[in-house]
């Protein structure tokens, strides 16, 4: 897996470049689609379930990899796959405690002009 070599790159801090590639593959393979985690089940109401929204962005991701292997635009990478589900779960759990604090802070709101 590239994962696991950049993790030891990360972990040994030997090299500076191949430290700085690897970050900006972990991290830029995460933090991208860390939107589409947030934006998804605010804008379908059926993806705030999270299984139901990992099923869905994992599937849209197998289709992104599938198309860079069918259209020559890209290759066809199960740590990309993976690392981009990742971010889209973490953005799930962004979206989910932005949720929470929003129903939070409406139940006070109502409160105060009752």
């Keep these: 897996l590239t994962i696991d070599n950049y993790w030891k790159v990360i972990c040994k801090r030997t090299n500076d470049a191949a430290l700085m590639h690897s970050v900006i593959n972990l991290c830029g393979n995460i933090f991208l689609f860390i939107p589409i985690g947030v934006f998804l089940p605010r804008i379908y109401h059926k993806l705030q379930n999270f299984f139901r929204f990992f099923c869905v962005c994992f599937g849209v991701m197998f289709l992104v990899e599938v198309l860079q292997l069918f259209t020559l635009l890209g290759s066809f990478d199960v740590d990309d796959l993976f690392l981009n589900t990742v971010g ?8 989910t405690i932005c949720a929470a604090i929003r129903r939070k802070h409406d139940k006070k709101a109502k409160r105060s002009h009752e």
């Design 88 to 95: 889209g779960a973490v953005g799930y759990i962004v979206f």
